[in-house]
Structures are given as structure tokens and as C-alpha cells.
């Protein structure tokens, strides 16, 4: 039988989203909780910008605006960081590690950024550091590449990992409306924001390339060594073309161990239609993985939204309470032990799918493919669009695997060609042809 003396005490960090999400999930399955952690679980202290702002369901006595007040009572064992952004999370967050108290957090900001000084301050303090929920939302994949798999070398971590970008490019596959239109759409139902930068540019789902690449390849890889491209240059003709050569449009956040060295991205993709993560569309996610024993696996769940994702944050503090009733606080240690270099974006090999508009005459299709020949890119296949438009015509080609700056090479000379028009769009296209290229 539990009893109160036996509570593990927690201190919380926000009170948004996710935050009243967590309070949430701790009342509705309190029971079953306390059951699994074998003590109940109690919250003692909530911080909060404002307390005189009205919240249903909380006791106002919880909240405090003041930071000291959760650090320094003795009796908080866990603090849960459901903030988000750099400043002041991951001072809170540090501060905490360094006072004694195991942290909790959703934080893909600090963790990308600074998660070699995080567990080295829990490490040193003898804590728990856990943020299950700064990837993927609801589902599970930080335990699954730091424990799970790892009698696997990962070879490859592929994720659609932003439930924005993903809702974006399901509404123009679907409807053929293009990204001005889709973006507002996202904006009024709340699945983008009012400067949607973090999402459209691809910042957001690089800072989550980089914690799944660091844990993947053990190897420390920061949010400054994540190459990025977001879907902003995405069309419906884009899209529609794809569509005809057997693809669909994705943002994906890729990691692979290229001999060795550690490619990481974030760009616009040609997924086969037969890619496990082709079919993952609206606000879900998805990450698909690679291991030489497990062969693949793919994870997939809402990537985001108040219960989901507290479901992981309340997870990690059911583990974290039972290290503290077990005495084994402190052995999720880095995994980070590697050196592994990373791969230059010059470097790393894909296909691509290039649009060009072109003068509408004899021959033009001959240059084309001798400049792409002089550039060292092979094409796999050519397409001439049956598109209307004056004195143009529009090809869209598909490469073999070729190192990215040849087709940077190619995209310069293609410019200066006077058959060419615009070259309308470069992206990368992702088959088995490129994997270990």
C-alpha cells in the first residue's frame, strides 16, 4: 500500500500546451500511476508567468511565478521543463541538474543545442535527464535508439518529424492548392504560426535531425551541423510531377553513416510511393529506421498536441520516479561516445529531380543533357510536360546518384544556357539507389 510519506514531489515548468496537458494526464491516470511507479505521484509547484490569470481545474495555491521557489523546496525530487526556447528553460534546466533534482523535459531547443553541458551536469549531480518528448510528440523513439536498438549499428534514421510542413504538403497533394493558400489555412486552424519560419524553413525538425542523428550514431551532432532546406520553393507542379513518376513530397529530417561519416538534413524529398513514410500524411509523424540486425523499423503517431505529447513527458517521469524508489538515479548517461565525422553537404550523394522552362525548339533536350554530362550527372530519365505555356516547354528530369555539388555544378551551368528560361526547382529524391551511396 502506498502512503503519502512514500510521494515523489514534482515541480512544474510551464503551464501551456503541454504543460496543462501533463496535469492532465497526472489527475485522469493518477491511480494507475502510482500503482506503476509503486508511490503516488504528487504535483507541488507550478511556474507560471502570471498568477492572478485564471486556470480551471488547478489549485491556485500550486502556482508561483518566482523559480526560487520550486529549486530551492526540498521536497521537489523532479522538475518537468514544458517551456520551451532557450532563455531561461535551459538555465532553469541546468540549474536544477546542479541542485540535486532530476529534470524532465520537452525541450528540442536546448537539447539540440546544448545536451553535451545537460548530461554532463546530470552526470556529475547523479540525476536523471530525460526528453522522450522532444521528438515525435507522443511517440516513442529517444527510448527506443538510446536503449532498445542498441544491439544494432544504425545505418540510417529518416523522420517526418514537423506535423505543420506535413499538413502543408498533404493539403497540396490532396486538394492542388498551392503554399500561400495552405500556409494561411495552417495558421487559422492553429498548426502554424503567425511567423511560421520555425516550421516552413525546416528549423524546427533540424533541431529534432539533430538529437535523432546525435543518439543514432552516438556521435555529438549539434543543430549548427544540421544542412537545412524548408518547403517554401514547394508548387503543386512540383508535386503534380511527382505524382506522375511515382512519388509523393515530403520534409524529412535524414541521419545516415555514410563509411563512416555522418550525413545530416533537413529538405523537400521525392519519397517513392512505396517508402513506408510516403503514406504519412496530415499533422502525423514518423520515424523510419535502419539497423543492420533489426533490418527496419518505423515509429509513427501524432507528432504533436497537448495529451500526446504530455503522455511522453509523464512517462519519463514514471522512470525517473522509480530510479529515485529503486536508488538508480543517474544511468542514463550519454550515449554520445563516438567521434564520428560528418559529412560535408558537398559531399553526400542523391538523386534529384530538376524542372527546368525551356525554349519551345529543335534540339534543346540534346543540351540539356550533354551540360548535365559535362557536370558529371547521369539522368535517369527525361520528361517533356505536356503543359501549355507560349514558346515553352517545360522537362523535368530525374538524376542517378550524384554528389551534391555536381548537380550544384550542373544548376550553374544550366543557367547560363540561353535555351533555358528558369530552372524552377532542384530537390532530392530518395530510392534505394541512395542508400550507403
Known sequence: MENEQKAIYIGLLGMGTVGSGVIEVLNKNAEDISKRVG????????????????????????????????????????IIEVIGGIKPAKDYIVRAL?????????????MSTSGKEIFCAASENNVDIHFEASVGGGIPIIMPLKECLTANVITEVMGIVNGTTNYMLTKMTEDGADYNAVLKEAQKKGYAEANPAADVDGLDAARKAAILASLAFNTRIGFDDVSVEGITKISPTDIGYARELGYVIKLIAVGKNINGRIDVRVNPALLPTSHPLASVNGVYNAIFVRGNAIGEAMFYGPGAGSLPTASAVVADVITT???ILRGSLGKNYCTCYDNKPLCPVEDTKSSYYVRL????????????ATTFGES????????????????????VVITHLVEHRKILCAAEALKNLPVINVLKNIIRVENEENLNG
Open 376 to 395: 558529371g550527372v547521369n539522368l535517369k530519365s527525361v520528361m517533356q510536360t505536356t503543359r501549355e505555356i507560349k514558346n515553352h516547354a517545360e522537362i
Open 39 to 78: 508511490a503516488p505521484i504528487k504535483l507541488k509547484k507550478i511556474l507560471v508567468r502570471d498568477k492572478r490569470k485564471t486556470r480551471a481545474n488547478v489549485d491556485t495555491a500550486l502556482l508561483t511565478d518566482n523559480f526560487d521557489d520550486i529549486i530551492n523546496d526540498s521536497d521537489i525530487s523532479i
Open 98 to 110: 546542479n541542485a540535486g533534482k532530476s529534470v524532465v523535459t520537452a525541450n528540442k531547443d536546448v
Open 321 to 323: 520516479a522509480r530510479n
Open 357 to 368: 522552362l525551356v525554349d519551345d525548339e529543335p534540339g534543346v533536350l540534346g543540351t540539356i
